[in-house]
């Protein structure tokens, strides 16, 4: 049992984990579905952690601002005096939260001893203690550190700006400056010691390198009185993905995938990384972290590598960005800034209907993550039938059947979950390294489950076996393995595990009435 229950929206789950790290690294026992175990009833494990906890933070995102999960979560923590609101993303808090003080985290650097990070502790130990916090002490605080926070602001952005310009003097100047922030910076990265401050640091000095002019349009586009278009509804006309957006997009993918890569534990990572802002070693930079990727397919940071590779790639027209961009959208399927690339991609190398095809996607998965699955499925339906990568096919299917699945519409979920796992066997047989046993095990769970809740359990339990015999794929519930094992003598192991995939969603799953067996 955990002190503090982290409530976020599944899409934001990448932005809680420096987080939840940061809050463990103050001594604070922390949970959040990440720490689910196989095997585990995830609603009921998910109730009784919400429930116990002494105080419960809540992220205010653009995705979770939309979630009903969330805002029941806050409304429980809420009502029982246990609410700590952190706002990640300037959004409006949702009706009934406003009242409450929210912690700006919008301009957090990632760092455990942040400002912002001393502001919630102190909130945070007062609930935890069962003392009364006192308001006008936090007030007097929340000035003082948002002072501290302007001031931390100036002071990076003008040592940022003494790095470039010794760097820049160095073609004028035979004298090396006496302190060199870049050549401290990549000197902490190949030995592994970058603090996630650092990294957004030294990213930032490296983006224009690695970007090129796509790194300064997109600081032209956040500067106050130039317009944006990095919003899906303002960014695609018909079905086209603008040069500004893309610009933005992969600007910030580029700052996200650093960040986290510069901590990886091999340094033949941090190296790549750090070599993609040279032109001279770019493409070979490229190419090693690809294969890496490729090579370690349950890398928890694999996803980042092909964000990485995909950015930089598709930036510069190195073919391997297209490529890269085509994983990360198995990997991430609801991000829509991945199919917003991918999509300009795919205009760049005339290959219209898919380029079409990725941006309904990616209006699609925006639709959905802000709760609108009407728009979401009429998107995705659009654009399915274009695309005709088995490996862009599968998480579109996919998502499909889950919004098929959440109206309790079974029969063609089930439908939809056949397809994605017919395309992703597709990818396993064209390419075996491309395909992480635990996607193939999430598609083949989710088929099964829907098929069984439309009344075709031995269907379901045939199509396990199989999967276990073809795939290695678990169980996803101890119960339906036990139904199958007894009412229709299949063949099965005993293995129950469901697939990461689906953790993060299990609790938006409802449970339903098991149906009668079919004969």
Known sequence: MADIFISYASEDRNRVRPLAEALQQRGFNVW?????????????????????????????????????FVRDEAGRARDEGRLVPVMLDNVQIPLGFGAFQAEDFTRWNGGANAPQMQLLVEVLSAKLSGREVNSSEIERRRRRLGARIRIVSVLTVIALIAGIAWVVNDFVRPDPPPTDLRAELLRLLADGQL????????????????????????????????????????????????????????????????????????????????????????????????????????????????????????????PLGQRALEQATSLRSRDPAVWRMLSRSYQRTNRAGEAEAAAQVSEGVAAQNAGDT???????????????????????????????????????????????????????????????????????????????????????????????????????????????????????RNDVQLAPQLQSRAIQVRPEVTPTPTP
């Open 374 to 492: 009407a728009a979401a499925e009429q998107q995705l339906q659009r654009a399915l039938p274009q695309l005709t990568a088995p490996e862009l096919r599968a998480p579109v299917a996919s998502e499909l059947g889950q919004i098929a699945e959440a109206r309790g519409d079974f029969t063609a979920a089930s439908a939809r979950f056949s397809q994605a796992y017919s395309a992703r066997e597709q990818v396993a047989q064209a390419t075996p390294d491309s395909a992480s046993a635990g996607e193939i095990q999430a598609d083949a769970q989710q088929l099964v489950r829907a098929l069984d809740r439309s009344g075709r359990t031995r269907e379901a339990c045939e199509r396990l076996r199989q999967a276990q015999e073809q795939h290695d794929v678990a169980a996803p519930d101890a119960e339906l393995l036990q139904r199958c094992q007894r009412l229709y003598r299949t063949n099965l």
């Open 32 to 68: 959040w579905d990440r720490s689910l175990a196989a095997g585990q009833d995830y609603t009921a494990i998910i109730e009784k952690e919400l429930r116990d906890a002494k105080a419960v933070i809540v992220l205010w995102t653009q995705s979770s601002a939309n979630s009903t």
């Open 195 to 318: 603090t996630p401050e650092q990294a957004i640091q030294l990213a930032q000095i490296l983006e224009s390198g690695a970007l090129g002019q796509t790194a300064d349009a997109s600081e032209e586009a956040r500067m106050p009185g130039v317009a944006s278009d990095t919003a899906p509804s303002a960014s695609m006309t018909e079905g086209m993905v603008s040069e500004a957006s893309f610009d933005a997009t992969a600007s910030e993918a580029y700052r996200v995938a650093f960040a986290a890569l510069a901590a990886h534990p091999d340094a033949h990572v941090r190296l790549a990384v750090a070599q993609m802002s040279q032109a001279s070693t770019r493409d070979s930079a490229m190419q090693t972290l690809w294969t890496y990727a490729n090579e370690h397919p349950d890398d928890p940071l694999r996803d980042e590598m092909f964000l990485l590779c995909g950015s930089v790639g598709e930036a510069n027209n190195n």
